[in-house]
């Protein structure tokens, strides 16, 4: 069964700091991928998403991640932290497996504390 | 904007209960999906559903079962719910038969007692 890692369980930053999260998966094929983040106390909602095309993707909030195929790697960048991304990150993977294949399988999250 | 809601954000229960968890989604979507999220273990999947009255199982199916009567509702069962069922229960749902994303409801807080 595919398997996606996120390297880091608690990532703890200072304010401007740069953010790099780690996501790595083990499917073989043509894959979808997403970052989804949790604010506390909030819903699971979507930071960036890969399908096809230019592999460096930008989201929302500032945030960015690059696909790298022969890596099997979908890294989270951010230039500049604010107290306001702690948060939980969770990588997630959509093997493509045929017509109605649309299962994700989610890392284990990483969770970033900002500090003022 | 989708919404997806769920019917309690708390919810405690006694074991060997029978607890339904119910899930609506108002963007006509064909998929939904029901997951447990455990600290230090991240989203897995318990049951999906891309069509009414269709189901399949994720990756933790054992002491669940769903229910899908209408297009928009999406319900999880417990039959006989244990403690070790104590856990987040988020559902999801995404639309038809193209790659596009999840959409995730707030999320019901079980305890099992």
């Known amino acids: 069964a595919q398997s996606v890692s996120q390297h880091n369980h608690h990532v703890i930053l200072s304010e401007a700091a740069s953010l790099e999260l780690g996501c790595n998966y083990s499917?073989?094929?043509?894959?979808?991928l997403f970052w989804y983040v949790q604010y506390p106390g909030q819903h699971l909602q979507l930071l960036l998403k890969?399908?096809?095309?230019?592999?460096l993707v930008k989201g929302i909030k500032g945030f960015e991640a690059e696909f790298i195929k022969s890596k099997f790697s979908f890294n989270l960048r951010k230039p500049s932290v604010q107290w306001s991304d702690t948060a939980e990150y969770f990588c997630?993977?959509?093997?493509?497996?045929?017509?109605?294949?649309?299962?994700?399988?989610f890392g284990k999250g990483t969770k970033l504390s900002v500090i003022p | 904007d989708v919404k997806v809601t769920q019917s309690s954000r708390y919810l405690v229960k006694r074991t060997g209960e029978k607890v339904f968890l119910e899930c609506v989604q108002d963007?006509?979507?064909?998929?939904m999906f029901w997951y447990r999220q455990d600290p230090g273990l991240g989203l897995r999947l318990i049951y999906f559903?891309?069509?009414?009255?269709?189901?399949e199982k994720g990756d933790i199916p054992e002491g669940y079962s769903v229910s899908r009567e209408k297009k928009e509702r999406f319900s999880l069962i417990l039959e006989s719910a244990s403690t070790n069922q104590t856990s987040m229960y988020l559902c999801?749902?995404?639309?038809?038969?193209?790659?596009?994303?999840?959409?995730f409801g707030p999320g019901t807080r079980l305890t099992v007692t």
């Open positions: 999801a749902s995404k639309v038809g038969r193209r790659p596009s994303e999840q959409y």
């Open positions: 499917y073989g094929g043509t894959v979808n």
């Open positions: 890969y399908f096809s095309g230019d592999p």
């Open positions: 997630a993977v959509n093997p493509h497996r045929g017509a109605g294949s649309y299962q994700l399988t």
């Open positions: 963007m006509d979507h064909e998929n």
């Open positions: 559903s891309y069509d009414v009255k269709m189901k």
